[in-house]
């Protein structure tokens, strides 16, 4: 059977377009004409947390009735890019996009974006802010989006799997990491086959297998970006991947099922006492009654993580709808709000002044595990902000798969350099056009 076309799949996208739009026009009748409506599509997950998001949109609809916020599920990440670029390239986006702050340089080139350093300036939330979180803002010296939340990537591991191996000491080194994932592996009935593994390394080429291994490359001082020119092929990248290779080569990690390394299956089972992910998971592990802790990652030559949480963007509608966006904005950026999220999710305020707050303060008092996080945005830093960045993490996601399958890292990584030099751009240091920059007042 043919393949559709580039411009039938594009077809196909727009006729999925056209049924959420009639939806929305459905809905549009129901709604006074002097209230302004806003679309507001995401990808949160689990449901639980989307509940929460859900009860929280109410509040800001209940406070400000000229304006109605609706939002609507559109499915993950890998689900969702189509839909949004679809949307975009249609002149059809929402109002709001919540999604990771790697899509900016991409919807920064399609003119899609409200800037908002304008708002953001006269905010009063900009001084509460954890100033950790403005790299990931800010593309250009613009600032096109505002951080929901935040998180950062630790070392959870399972208290009770390394008392019964015997291991009375955390590591705090990836040398010691690498002991303490050997002696946690263990064949427990004596079959000739690993029962347990010290850690789990996600399998695969997408973006969390990327976000994983990040504090691992920062933990040696590395980057990937020099200047405005990928550089995947150094020392620093080598060492770190170097690293991971060393671990399989061990024995003592269990791969993931391919771009599946953030679910917690194995680690819940007891299959490996220590997984690499973040607070996110603190209610669905609240709910299972195992016994779980967590730790900063391991220092390489110096200590490192990586910042994680989705962003809030504002497209270029009309400046009715753009202003309306921005009080939303303010909204989640608000105390009440952050507060009430993180309560409800685990995932960390983005606000300095929320975190401070007595009744945050009461709630980390009860779940000491959230001061590791807490306390790793202080050396946190954020991936890359860059129209490329997208074809930058799939050729480094390539390299990573290939390295944990066995392969050379040094080699892996000049293949992925020698790609992604393919693709990038020569201008890769141009603006963005004034179509794309430009904001309504």
């Known amino acids: 059977m043919r393949s559709p076309s580039k411009h039938g799949l594009f077809g196909i996208w727009s006729v999925l377009l056209c049924g959420w739009l009639l939806t929305a026009c459905q809905f549009a009748a129901t709604v006074p004409n002097d209230v302004v409506q806003l679309t507001l599509w995401h990808g949160i997950n689990p449901p639980p947390n989307r509940d929460i998001f859900n009860e ?5 609809n209940a406070e400000h009735p000229q304006i109605e916020v609706r939002p609507l599920y559109v499915g993950q990440p890998d689900q969702q890019l189509p839909k949004i670029l679809t949307a975009v390239v249609g002149e059809a986006p929402p109002n ?6 790697s899509i900016t340089g991409q919807l920064v080139e399609l003119g899609a974006l409200r800037t908002i350093e304008d708002w953001f300036a006269n905010s009063q939330a900009k001084a509460k802010l954890d100033p950790s979180l403005l790299d990931g803002m800010t593309l250009d010296g613009r600032i096109w989006s505002i951080p929901m939340a935040a998180n950062n990537v630790g070392l959870f591991y399972r208290p009770s799997l390394l008392e019964a191996a015997g291991v009375t000491e955390l590591p705090g080194t990836w040398e010691e990491l690498r002991r303490v994932a050997e002696q946690l592996t263990e064949d427990l009935d004596g079959d000739g086959t690993i029962d347990r593994y010290g850690l789990l390394l996600p399998l695969g080429k997408g973006e969390w297998t990327v976000f994983a291994w990040l504090p691992f490359l920062y933990g040696t001082g590395g980057e990937i970006i020099d200047g405005d020119r990928p550089n995947l ?8 991947l170097q690293f991971w290779a060393d671990l399989v080569a061990d024995g003592s990690v269990a791969l993931s099922q391919p771009e599946r390394g953030y679910e917690l ?9 220590m997984q690499l992910t973040g607070p996110w998971t603190l209610g669905q592990l609240e709910r299972t009654g195992v016994d779980y802790a967590a730790i900063p990652i391991p220092a390489g030559t110096e200590r490192a993580t990586v910042v994680g949480g989705e962003h809030l963007f504002v497209t270029r509608t009309t400046p009715r709808e753009e202003n309306a966006a921005l009080e939303f904005l303010d909204f989640v950026l608000s105390d009440r709000f952050q507060i009430q999220w993180a309560l409800g999710t685990g995932y960390l305020p983005a606000s300095l002044s929320a975190r401070h707050s007595q009744q945050y303060r009461a709630y980390v008092a009860e779940r000491p595990l959230l001061d590791v996080f807490l306390k790793q945005m202080s050396w946190a830093r954020s991936r890359p902000i860059l129209p490329n960045y997208a074809r930058l993490s799939n050729s480094l996601g390539r390299a990573i798969e290939q390295t944990l399958l066995g392969r ?18 020569e201008d890769a240091s141009s603006k963005p056009s004034d179509r794309a920059v430009r904001s309504h007042h």
């Open 233 to 240: 092929f150094n020392s620093e990248a080598i060492a770190a």
């Open 408 to 425: 050379d890292p040094a080699t892996a990584l000049e293949d992925a350099q020698r790609r992604i030099e393919l693709v990038w751009p």
């Open 96 to 101: 709001l996009l919540w999604f990771g702050p």
């Open 56 to 60: 929280l949109v109410e509040v800001f």
């Open 265 to 273: 299956d194995d680690f819940l089972k007891g299959r490996v006492a």
